[in-house]
């Protein structure tokens, strides 16, 4: 079925720096939604998009649904320890029926003190 | 948001064996949903969970495998039943809110000897 690929796969960052990972579909996506998985808990939503071209920022974070709305972008300012964990996007095809998601493959972030 | 609770939080279970995976949220919902995470991998919806009549299983998942109940519209169950080593997993649920967004109970982390 459908995947959305993520990219970077991981990514091992100084705290301070920033850091972008981004989305990419082969189809069309009415829906972006960006979480944050911690190790052993669920994934918690960060910020959800709806409009191509949205750019909606939660703190340090900042995501765009891309303009083709076949990508989605996601920056994190100003990195800290607590960033640490699995990042994964998620989006809802302009086809699907209800509610179902299709997660990306993650990025894991590392972030040294 | 949603406050959901899952029980149990974790187990160990011996192949062939059966166990159900309990799903509260604190306020009705229509829509809840079933994943699988396989270790190290990202999230695979198995079902969609309705009130008052039979779950829709995505591609791959069967009824006999994973039953799931709905009885009321603030709880749900999977069962994972005749349980492999491949059937290690974190299960989670999630329930629909606002305009294609979902949250996340904390998961049941399984082990299958």
């Known amino acids: 079925g459908q995947q959305l690929n993520q990219s970077p796969q991981s990514m091992f960052i100084q705290e301070g720096e920033d850091v972008s990972m981004n989305c990419t579909s082969s189809?069309?996506?009415?829906?972006w939604l960006w979480y944050k998985q911690d190790p052993g808990e669920g994934p918690v939503l960060l910020i959800a998009?709806?409009?191509?071209?949205e750019l909606t920022s939660n703190g340090r974070l900042t995501a765009q649904f891309g303009i083709t709305r076949k990508d989605s972008f996601l920056n994190i300012s100003a990195s800290i320890p607590s960033d640490v964990g699995i990042y994964f996007c998620?989006?809802?095809?302009?086809?699907?029926?209800?509610?179902?998601?299709?997660f990306g493959t993650g990025t894991r972030l590392a972030v040294r003190p | 948001s949603a406050v959901i609770s899952q029980k149990p939080s974790r187990d160990i279970c011996q192949r062939g064996t059966s166990l159900t995976i309990q799903c509260q949220v604190d306020?009705?919902?229509?829509?809840m949903f079933w994943y699988r995470q396989q270790p190290g991998q990202s999230l695979t919806l198995i079902a969609t969970?309705?009130?008052?009549?039979?779950?829709?299983?995505e591609s791959g998942f069967v009824i006999d495998k994973f039953p799931i109940s709905r009885p009321n519209l603030t709880f749900s169950t999977l069962t994972v039943s005749n349980m492999s080593p491949e059937d290690s997993s974190i299960y989670l649920c999630?329930?629909?809110?606002?305009?294609?967004?979902?949250?996340f109970g904390p998961g049941t982390r399984l082990t299958v000897l």
């Open positions: 998620a989006g809802r095809d302009k086809k699907s029926s209800g509610d179902k998601l299709t």
């Open positions: 969970a309705n009130q008052g009549s039979e779950a829709t299983y």
């Open positions: 999630s329930v629909g809110r606002g305009a294609h967004t979902q949250y």
């Open positions: 998009l709806y409009k191509a071209g």
């Open positions: 189809s069309i996506f009415n829906t």
């Open positions: 306020s009705q919902v229509t829509m």
